[in-house]
C-alpha cells in the first residue's frame, strides 16, 4: 500500500483510508466482523482510520476503539464533529461549547487520549469560525487532538477559515473532506485547487458514488442511503443520464481488464490533489475488492475516455452534493423577503 503525506502535517498515511460509516446500526452491526475487517485493512498497509460521532450514534467510535486496541500506535486516527448527536440545539455545531464536550465523547468511545485527524463535519453558519478554530486550537495545544481539518466545505469556507486563522494565530485546517467520485467531479473547479493552494491534504469520500459505481448489475438496488433516495429514483432524468453513463463506464473498465469499483477508486486517486481515498465497505467481500484495487493506476487514455464520459468539473446528478449545498441555497426563507 502506497503512502503520501497528509497535508502539512509531515504525517504519513496509505493511499487508502478505511471508512467506518458502515460499521455500527448504519450498516454492519455485527462488531466482531467490523473488527475484523478493520484488522484485514490494518493487514493490507491500510494506516488510516476514519470515523465520525454520528455514525450510528457513536457506535462506530466504539467499534474502532475496540479494533485499535494494541494497534494504537500503527494507526493515523482520525474523527468528525458537528452534525447533530441529539435533539439539544447545543449538542452540535461548531460552538466551543459543544467541541469541549463532543471530543471528550470521542476520545472515551475510542478508548484513546489522542486523535490524530479531528474534522468539522460540516460548515456550521451559526458559530464565527474563528471561535471555532479557537475551540480547536485549544485541543492541538493540550495534546488531545494532533490536527484539525474540514469537511465537505465549499471553496469560499475553506479560503475564509484559513484567512481567520492566519488573522487569529489559530491552527488552521490541515485537510479536507469532499465528496468525490467519476460522477461527482464539482470540486474539481473549486475545491481542489484550493485546497493545493493552501497546502492542505485531502482526503475524499463516496468513490463509488454511493454503490452506482460499485459494478452490482442493478446500482439502484442495495444502497443505504435512505436519506438521498432520489439521488436513485430512476424517473428522475439526471439519473437516466447517470445510468448510461455507467453502463459505458462498466464497457471502458472491461476494456482497461479491470473491475469498475477499480476503475472508480484508482479515478479518484488520480487527482494530484487527493492524498487519500476513503473506502466504505460494509461486507468482508467489498472491503477485499476494494482493497485488491488498491495499485491499479490508469492511463491517460482511460483517464481521458472518462473524461468524455462525465466531463471534469461536472457532475451527472446535482441531488448528490445535497449535503454540501450552501444554506443560502437550500433554505428558502434566507433568499425571500
Known sequence: MKRRILGGTGISVSEF????????????????????MIHTALDAG???????????????????????KGRRDDVVLATKFALPMGPDANQRGGSPLWIKRAVEDSLRRLGTDHIDLYQMHRPDPDTDIDETLAALSDLVRSGKVRAIGSSTFLAELIVEAQWAADRGGHHRFRTEQPRYSILTRTIEGGVLPTAQRYGMGVLTY???SSGWLSGRADPTRGHRVATA?????????ANQVRLEAVRRLTEL??????????LATAFVRSHPAVTSVLIGPRT????????????VELSEDVLDR??????????????????????AIGDKRLRRR
Do not use: C, W
Not at 229 to 237: E, G, H, M, R, Y
Open 17 to 36: 483510508a478505511l471508512g467506518t460509516m458502515m460499521f455500527g446500526a448504519m450498516g454492519n452491526a455485527d462488531h466482531e466482523e467490523s473488527i475484523r
Open 253 to 262: 473498465a472491461a476494456e482497461a481488464g479491470m473491475p469498475l469499483s477499480h
Open 284 to 295: 468482508p467481500e467489498q472491503l477485499d475488492d476494494l482493497l485488491a484495487g488498491a495499485d
Open 46 to 68: 491500510v494506516n488510516f482510520v476514519d470515523t465520525a460521532d454520528v455514525y450510528s450514534r457513536g457506535e462506530s467510535e466504539e467499534i474502532v476503539g475496540k479494533a485499535i
Open 229 to 237: 433516495p432520489q439521488a436513485f429514483d430512476l424517473s428522475v432524468p
Open 206 to 208: 463516496g468513490p463509488l
Open 306 to 327: 472518462i473524461d468524455e464520459i462525465v466531463p471534469p468539473g461536472t457532475e451527472v446528478n446535482p441531488a448528490d452534493n445535497y449535503l454540501s449545498a450552501s444554506p
